[in-house]
Nanobody
Framework: QVQLVESGGELAQAGGSLRLSCAAS????????MGWFRQAPGKEREFVAG????????YYSGSVKGRFTISRDNAKNTVYLQMNSLKPEDTAVYYC????????????????????WGQGTQVTVSS
C-alpha cells in the first residue's frame, strides 16, 4: 500500500507559478500511474492531469492544458505538477492519487480508478 504526501500549495498571484510535489512511500512507485485532482469549495473533485507509469504519456484537462505540466521521477518516488499562468479559478485543494495499473502506458482520468490518495494541499490564487 502506498502513502502519498503533497506539498507546495500556497497563496499565489494570478499569472504566477507554483510547483506541487507528491512524495510516495510504502509501495513500488513505478507500478502506479499517477494523477492530480482538485476540488474547489462547493464543487466536485475533478481530474487535472495524469501521467503513466513510465512517464511517457501525459494527459490534461482542457482547463489547464498548456499551463500545467505533470512529471515524475521514479528514482525519487515523486510526482510533480508545475502550474504556470495561474488563474483565480485554479483555487482548490489539490490531491495526488495513485492508480495501480498493469500497463506502463495506461492512463485514466476517473477518480474511481485511483486507489490511493494524499491528504491534499491548498492552492489559492488571488486576482
Amino acid at each position: 500500500q502506498v502513502q502519498l504526501v503533497e506539498s507546495g500549495g500556497e497563496l499565489a498571484q494570478a499569472g504566477g507559478s507554483l510547483r506541487l510535489s507528491c512524495a510516495a512511500s510504502g509501495g513500488a512507485f513505478s507500478g502506479y500511474a499517477m494523477g492530480w485532482f482538485r476540488q474547489a469549495p462547493g464543487k466536485e473533485r475533478e481530474f487535472v492531469a495524469g501521467i503513466s507509469r513510465s512517464g511517457g504519456r501525459t494527459y490534461y484537462s482542457g482547463s489547464v492544458k498548456g499551463r500545467f505540466t505533470i512529471s515524475r521521477d521514479n528514482a525519487k518516488n515523486t510526482v510533480y505538477l508545475q502550474m504556470n499562468s495561474l488563474k483565480p479559478e485554479d483555487t482548490a485543494v489539490y490531491y495526488c492519487a495513485a492508480d495501480p495499473v498493469y500497463s506502463t502506458t495506461t492512463l485514466r482520468t476517473a477518480s474511481s480508478e485511483y486507489d490511493y490518495w494524499g491528504q491534499g494541499t491548498q492552492v489559492t490564487v488571488s486576482s
